[in-house]
Structure formats: C-alpha cells, structure tokens
C-alpha cells in the first residue's frame, strides 16, 4: 500500500528528484556528525587532519554540502576513517 507521501512524491519527478538529493544530504550530514562524535573529535581537529577549513566542516554540518566539493568530502570521510563505495542502483 502506498502511503499518501509516496503519492505526494511519486506523482511529480521533479518533486522526488529534489526530494531525494536533499534527503541524501541530509543522510551524509548526519553521517559525519555521528562520527564525529563517535571519534570525539572537534569541527577545527578535523578540519585540520583533513586539510580543510572549519568553515568547510560546518557547511557539511548544517546540511549546506551541497556547495561542497567531491575532493574535499572524500578528504573529510577518509579523515573519518571512511570511503565512499560507489554502487549501481
């Protein structure tokens, strides 16, 4: 049974395509904010290991990563211990 916000969304593509990239912001802001946390580590330590600017790492946090770019996440995510795995759908 669909519910009525898989209607909502599946009945405009444009709706769902927005929906899915903010959601998959959403998902990769809260991951670095779970491991940092995890690691007990601070926005400036991080940005620093990672060779980026604590403002770099709060746009990541505030859900604003999409003015990031590729090269600087994987640096942050591989600071973190991470890597991205890419995967067909």
Same mark, same amino acid.
């Given at each position: 049974?669909?519910?009525?916000?898989? #209607? /909502?969304?599946? =009945?405009?593509? #444009?709706?769902?395509?927005? *929906?899915? #990239? @903010? /959601? &998959?912001?959403? %998902?990769?802001? @809260?991951?670095?904010? @779970?491991?940092? @946390?995890?690691? $007990?580590? =601070?926005?400036? !330590? %991080? !940005?620093?290991? !990672?060779?980026? =600017?604590?403002?770099?790492?709060?746009?990541?946090? =505030?859900?604003?990563?999409?003015?990031? $770019?590729? +090269?600087? *996440?994987?640096?942050? %995510? &591989?600071? %973190?211990? /991470? +890597?991205? &795995?890419?995967?067909? #759908?």
């Amino acid at each position: 049974m669909e519910s009525t916000f898989d #209607k /909502y969304i599946n =009945s405009n593509t #444009k709706r769902k395509e927005k *929906f899915e #990239k @903010e /959601y &998959n912001e959403f %998902l990769l802001s @809260e991951f670095v904010l @779970e491991k940092m @946390e995890e690691e $007990n580590i =601070s926005v400036r !330590a %991080l !940005a620093q290991r !990672a060779g980026v =600017s604590p403002t770099v790492i709060q746009k990541i946090r =505030s859900k604003d990563a999409e003015r990031i $770019n590729f +090269r600087t *996440f994987t640096n942050v %995510l &591989n600071t %973190l211990g /991470y +890597r991205i &795995n890419i995967e067909r #759908k």
